[in-house]
């Protein structure tokens, strides 16, 4: 029997985060850089926590080489500080995802990772306070790549690592509330699953032709449905 992995992105997806994780990035910017950049107004729906340092200080007159230096110490100190500060009570799960999580764990044929654009310390964190970081043994961070779209090889290497088996793409099925999670598994002939739980809506996440497209996670037995119709 060939298995599928199912691979999930996070915030929008699983869960959403309270104002907590962008007062969290300004503070680590501005300790760091000493300017927050347009961080209090940037869009980061379905973006890397790499590209979102460097797009909110694009305009702020700092050389891109300046950035680069001290990338890894805004980092830790936006990991740090978001380990710190996050409560429980900062992280709301979207509707019918600890009933499809169960679901999925309980099936010998799909295994569970992530896909995301959250650095691994912080993102493993957000899961940790709701209790569902158990469900995913690994996943594909924006740690391992600059660039979305290279996320679901790197995923499908560490599911190797992991499970021992060998997917290929038709086997693969990822899941997410953006545009960009939809492009990158189009990036290697994938299988998609969007659903409008993030802020994007229906029908700009249906522009995208995602596979499946889903109003929220709450009908457990249609998203496995749809996941094993693939
Ligand atoms: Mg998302």
């Avoid at 927050?36 to 694009?58: P, Q, T, W």
């Avoid at 499908?156 to 990822?174: D, H, L, P």
């Amino acid at each position: 029997m060939r298995k599928k992995l199912v691979l999930f992105d996070i915030d929008g997806t699983l869960l959403r985060v309270g104002n907590i994780n962008r007062r969290t990035l300004i503070d680590a910017l501005t300790e760091v850089y000493g300017t927050e950049g347009s961080a209090g107004r940037h869009n980061f729906a379905g973006k890397m926590d790499s590209v979102i340092i460097y797009e909110v200080l694009r305009h702020t007159g700092l050389g891109e080489r300046h950035i680069a230096e001290r990338f890894e110490e805004v980092k830790q100190t936006y990991i740090d500080l978001f380990r710190e500060r996050a409560r429980p009570e900062d992280i709301e799960l979207m509707k019918g995802i600890p009933a499809l999580l169960e679901e999925l764990a309980g099936r010998s044929d799909m295994e569970l990772g992530l896909l995301t654009g959250n650095f691994e310390g912080s993102g493993r964190h957000k899961l940790r306070l709701p209790a569902i970081d158990h469900y995913f043994p690994f996943g594909a961070f924006a740690d391992d790549a600059y660039h979305r779209d290279d996320l679901p090889a790197i995923a499908i290497e560490k599911a190797y690592g992991v499970t021992g088996t060998r997917f290929a793409s038709g086997e693969v099925v990822i899941i997410g509330d953006t545009e960009h999670d939809i492009r990158c598994s189009r990036a290697i002939g994938a299988h998609c699953i969007a659903v409008a739980t993030g802020t994007y809506p229906a029908e700009r996440l249906r522009a995208h032709r995602p596979d499946v497209l889903f109003e929220d996670f709450g009908d457990t037995g249609a998203v496995v449905e749809s996941i094993e119709h693939f």
